[in-house]
């Protein structure tokens, strides 16, 4: 499922070729590799010794029904033990349980929360999530100037949807100064990590543009290169080999100690 939208609407005061351009689409996080079946007895022994990568780990496995029953409560329990002792991929994670109200009630203030403390280590998705929020006014007011400061940070990242987002800010001047050369740029570096829609935006931004601002827009999206991402808080943490499930033990051990804990 997708993660919030995010509807912009045009600036009244704008003059911009553009203005009528779609509200931007907020695609789903790509989907991780399907994660190895556990055994959760071993597992949560750790988590309750406070292993974080144990906890985690038990968040995704009940949250994708993996060697147990699927149950998002017990996956956003242990996903929100993970946050608490300061691990980004989980803040990340228990953040868009919060926003979308599954596993727990809808939250958006607990799921801004989680999102800033990811965004601050420096999880690209969290960013982008956060900038989503304060752009839609999920706990107040719309902020397209604060917004705009973590769509680039994301987009920097090469966070796709976040450089189409931010190609609609430059054409509509929304948060910022209109800026067809930078709107070019985002929507082109989107396009080329296969956003069809960004394609077609860059391609309409083109045709404003006079032969020396294409030019420059063109240098622009060639010279890129994205922020290298912090595995450490951006990846799923590897799961130990202990705690692999072999042809002599099975992944519903421990089954019955799905109690929450």
Do not use: C
Request: aromatic letters at 6%.
């Amino acid at each position: 499922s997708a993660d919030a939208a995010l509807a912009f609407e045009p600036a009244s005061a704008l003059a911009s070729p553009i203005s009528a351009m779609p509200a931007a689409a907020v695609m789903a996080a790509p989907s991780a590799p399907s994660a190895p079946a556990l055994n959760v007895a071993l597992v949560k022994r750790d988590a309750a010794k406070g292993d974080l990568v144990a906890a985690f780990a038990l968040g995704k496995q009940y949250a994708e029904g993996i060697g147990v029953r699927p149950d998002l409560a017990l996956a956003a329990e242990w996903y929100q033990r993970a946050a608490k002792g300061g691990l980004a991929i989980a803040q990340y994670r228990i953040g868009s349980l919060y926003e979308r109200g599954e596993g727990v009630k809808r939250d958006p203030a607990a799921a801004e929360s989680w999102y800033r403390k990811a965004s601050a280590a420096g999880n690209a998705r969290a960013t982008h999530n956060l900038a989503v929020m304060v752009s839609e006014g999920a706990n107040g007011d719309a902020d397209y100037v604060a917004a705009a400061h973590l769509f680039i940070e994301a987009a920097d990242m090469g966070v796709a949807d976040s450089q189409y987002n931010l190609g609609v800010l430059y054409a509509r001047g929304l948060g910022m100064k209109v800026d067809l050369i930078q709107s070019y740029k985002w929507f082109a570096l989107a396009a080329q990590q296969g956003d069809a829609d960004a394609g077609n935006r860059r391609d309409e931004v083109a045709k404003v543009l006079s032969p020396a601002e294409l030019a420059s827009a063109r240098a622009a999206v060639q010279a890129f290169a994205p922020k290298p991402l912090d595995p450490a808080v951006n990846q799923e943490p590897a799961p130990k080999a202990e705690w692999m499930v072999t042809a002599s033990s099975s992944p519903l051990a421990g089954a019955s100690l799905d109690a929450k804990g």
